[in-house]
């Protein structure tokens, strides 16, 4: 069975930093594309990061480009996102994705909260 587990989210003021983690079990890891998206409330989910599964080019969106980076340690079966400089607008649920081929997991999510 397949698991994607995220963790470190939580509450922090705006221009601080905060590393979540996704720990994979259950699938090849390594031959796996991992991205993260968000959630905010009442929008749309949105991709915020992908790193390949040869951990080559990562691309990011625009809107953390220069504040996050997404990277993945294969040893481990875990993806990270570090986010620097977070705004308010950063708030949100951050999910993991794993995607091979057709092949595609979600994990439940960790509450990220930029607030003052």
């Known amino acids: 069975q397949v698991q994607l587990v995220e963790s470190g989210g939580g509450l922090v003021q705006p221009g601080g930093s905060l590393r979540i983690s996704c720990a994979a079990s259950?699938?090849?890891?390594?031959?796996?594309?991992m991205r993260w998206y968000r959630q905010a409330p009442g929008k749309e989910r949105e991709l915020v990061a992908s790193i390949p599964s040869d951990g080559g080019a990562t691309n990011y969106a625009d809107s953390v480009k220069g504040r996050f980076t997404i990277s993945r340690d294969d040893a481990k079966n875990t993806v990270y996102l570090q986010m620097n400089d977070l705004k308010l607008e950063d708030t949100a649920v951050y999910y993991c994705?794993?995607?091979?081929?057709?092949?595609?997991?979600w994990g439940q999510g960790t509450q990220v909260t930029v607030s003052a």
């Open positions: 994705y794993a995607l091979r081929a057709w092949l595609e997991y």
């Open positions: 259950g699938l090849s890891f390594s031959r796996y594309t």
